[in-house]
């Protein structure tokens, strides 16, 4: 689905991912689940293009519902997958420590849990091998996009900002839609190992300058990144 102009969604407010499309080729935000894989090719032939217009794939942590195609993408076809340092092992093994749940209801919750088993979300791979990066760094990938360190939901949890895109990419630093509760609006996410450093990490976004903040759980959210901190503390 294309949100703008060079920004394209895979999936939906369940779970979501991103695709950058730049003359210079396409940059991916996070894998979703496995199943979104054919979501890709279909985004890609919307587009003219093709796997090989990839030429790389950043993840903005490594839980298993950001990762869902990126080891298919790597050892299929050679594209390079990139995470934070501090979640290289997560990435690579699922090693990740217990986190309460938190306020859930029924409907909500068999609804993200059905979507991630059609999506075949309980055949998770890990990633073999992949480039690890850090806070500030800038990448040489389509859209040049630029690193933010978010710790809190995970060590290595990062934004993603793509100028050419006029956007930041939040993984799970923030969600518009609570998968257990269904609750829309920017809020804390579920599954976040350290919940008031999360928080804190938002204001990290205050300095960057995009109309949209991407999350990988909700709708899209068009605002300030500036007025990110304070929106999702109120909510």
């Known amino acids: 689905m294309k949100i703008a102009p060079h920004l394209h969604r895979l999936g939906n407010d369940v779970v979501?991912?991103?695709?950058?499309?730049?003359?210079?080729?396409?940059t991916l935000i996070d894998a979703g689940l496995p199943g979104h894989w054919q979501d890709?090719?279909?985004?890609?032939?919307s587009l003219g293009k093709s796997v090989d217009d990839i030429r790389g794939l950043v993840l903005t942590h490594g839980d298993s519902d950001h990762i869902g195609f990126a080891e298919r993408l790597r050892s299929e076809h050679g594209v390079p997958v990139f995470v934070h340092a501090a979640d290289a092992v997560r990435t690579r093994t699922g090693e990740k420590p217990k986190t309460a749940l938190g306020p859930m209801r029924l409907g909500?919750?068999?609804g993200f849990f059905g979507y991630s088993i059609r999506k075949n979300?309980?055949?998770?791979?890990?990633?073999?091998?992949?480039?690890?990066?850090?806070?500030?760094?800038?990448?040489?990938?389509?859209?040049?996009?630029?690193?933010?360190?978010?710790?809190?939901?995970?060590?290595g949890s990062?934004?993603?900002?793509?100028p050419?895109?006029?956007?930041v990419?939040?993984?799970d630093a923030l969600t518009t839609r609570h998968v257990l509760t269904g609750r829309t609006g920017p809020q804390p996410a579920p599954f976040t190992d350290e919940p008031a450093t999360a928080l804190a990490?938002?204001?990290?976004?205050?300095g960057l300058s995009a109309s949209w903040v991407l999350p990988g759980h909700g709708a899209p959210w068009r605002t300030s990144p500036a007025q990110v901190s304070e929106a999702v503390k109120r909510g």
């Open 201 to 206: 990490s938002l204001d990290r976004l205050a």
């Open 40 to 45: 890709l090719q279909a985004e890609l032939r």
């Open 164 to 167: 050419l895109a006029d956007a």
């Open 16 to 26: 979501s991912c991103y695709l950058v499309d730049t003359d210079e080729g396409i």
């Open 121 to 155: 979300g309980l055949r998770t791979r890990y990633v073999s091998e992949v480039v690890e990066i850090g806070d500030g760094d800038v990448l040489d990938l389509p859209g040049k996009p630029m690193i933010v360190g978010m710790p809190g939901h995970s060590p």
């Open 158 to 162: 990062v934004a993603v900002h793509i």
């Open 169 to 171: 990419f939040v993984g």
């Open 108 to 110: 909500p919750t068999l």
